[in-house]
Nanobody, 114 residues
Framework: QVQLVESGGGLVQSGGSLTLSCAVPRSIFSSYFMGWYRQAPGKQRELVATITTAGVTNYADSVKGRFTISRDNGKSTVYLQMNSLKPEDTAVYYC????????WGQGTQVTVSS
């Protein structure tokens, strides 16, 4: 069973920063596109950022210039650096690995207070 393990969520004030981490099994990390998604209460899950195996990144317009996705092949880990956080960034953040199958982490809560 493939398990993605997220960490790094928490409570932060508006304007603050957090870094999320997602540990990925080495068996899939090198060949899967990685991404971060989020789901706020009462809303659908939405794309935050993705990164290909070649390191090409893509971001939702709402986070461009504030969030950075990266992957460390040696540690088999994907990161989401979040700066200038806003209350509307409050959500459960999910790590995703995608190729032929989608794998999801259990989610980590990010709460931004105003």
């Amino acid at each position: 069973q493939v398990q993605l393990v997220e960490s790094g969520g928490g409570l932060v004030q508006s304007g603050g920063s957090l870094t999320l981490s997602c540990a990925v099994p080495r068996s899939i990390f090198s060949s899967y596109f990685m991404g971060w998604y989020r789901q706020a209460p009462g809303k659908q899950r939405e794309l935050v950022a993705t990164i290909t195996t070649a390191g090409v990144t893509n971001y939702a317009d709402s986070v461009k210039g504030r969030f950075t996705i990266s992957r460390d092949n040696g540690k088999s880990t994907v990161y989401l650096q979040m700066n200038s956080l806003k209350p509307e960034d409050t959500a459960v953040y999910y790590c995703n690995a995608q190729k032929y199958i989608n794998y999801w982490g259990q989610g980590t809560q990010v709460t931004v207070s105003s």
